[in-house]
């Protein structure tokens, strides 16, 4: 595991200061293992799920925006004989934050083609 649990006082100082990250692990519906990662100076929330499918091979991450919705998912799945992992990311584009126009150079947004939506497999 590469990220500790923060405790009760130091969730308290970043979010009183806004800065820092606070991590909680938890299990979801079924049981399976759940981390939750609050970046307080950005605002941002991700979800970790992991160990889900029939053959605990599948894991799923939620980002959520400051206000609290939806703006994209990954679903990854590691295959049963040759261990390969093979994901897809849906969601607002994390380049152009959603706008379709790519900030610095002022043009449509190569990787989510001016929609603001990004869609990858890998």
Same mark, same amino acid.
């Given at each position: 595991m590469g990220r500790r649990e923060t405790g009760f006082i130091e969730d308290f100082f970043n979010c009183l200061f806004g800065t820092g990250t606070s991590v909680k692990r938890t299990t979801d519906f079924w049981g399976n293992p759940k981390t939750i990662v609050h970046n307080y100076k950005t605002g941002t929330i991700k979800e970790y799920t992991h160990n889900q499918g029939f053959f605990d091979n599948h894991d799923q991450t939620t980002h959520y925006?400051?206000?609290? %919705?939806?703006?994209?998912?990954?679903?990854? @799945?590691?295959?049963?004989?040759?261990? /390969?992992?093979?994901?897809?990311? /849906?969601? @607002? %584009?994390?380049? %152009?934050?959603?706008t379709g126009i790519y900030q610095p150079t002022g043009k449509t947004c190569r990787k989510c083609g001016g929609t603001g939506i990004f869609c990858k497999q890998k």
């Open positions: 925006d400051d206000n609290g %919705c939806e703006v994209g998912e990954r679903n990854g @799945k590691r295959g049963l004989i040759f261990n /390969t992992y093979s994901s897809e990311y /849906t969601g @607002k %584009c994390f380049r %152009c934050d959603g």
